[in-house]
């Protein structure tokens, strides 16, 4: 029976260390292959934007919510 046992937790440690292994090398090939970030150049508009947002019902507090959330968003970006 230990020995059983024994068998049972050497198969579990060795599954883990081929685990482990797995996932480092998919981190690293992660970490390898990231975009560069970069800067867009700002764009004048030739007339103001109109912008729309549809919502299900503003019936809803959630929904009333975020239509006041983008309001006073837009209110900010427009000063």
């Known amino acids: 029976m230990r020995a059983l046992i024994s068998f049972f937790f ?3 440690i060795v599954s883990n260390v081929e685990t482990a ?13 990231r975009a560069i970030p970069w800067r ?4 004048n508009a030739s007339k103001p ?12 507090s959630y ?9 006073k968003a837009g209110q900010i970006v427009w000063r």
């Open 40 to 43: 867009q150049t700002s764009v």
């Open 49 to 60: 934007w109109k912008l729309c947002a549809l919502y299900p019902s503003l019936k809803d």
């Open 10 to 12: 050497l198969i579990i």
């Open 21 to 33: 292994s797995a996932e480092t090398g998919l981190l690293h090939w992660t970490r390898a292959d």
């Open 63 to 71: 929904w009333l919510s975020v239509n006041y959330g983008m309001q």
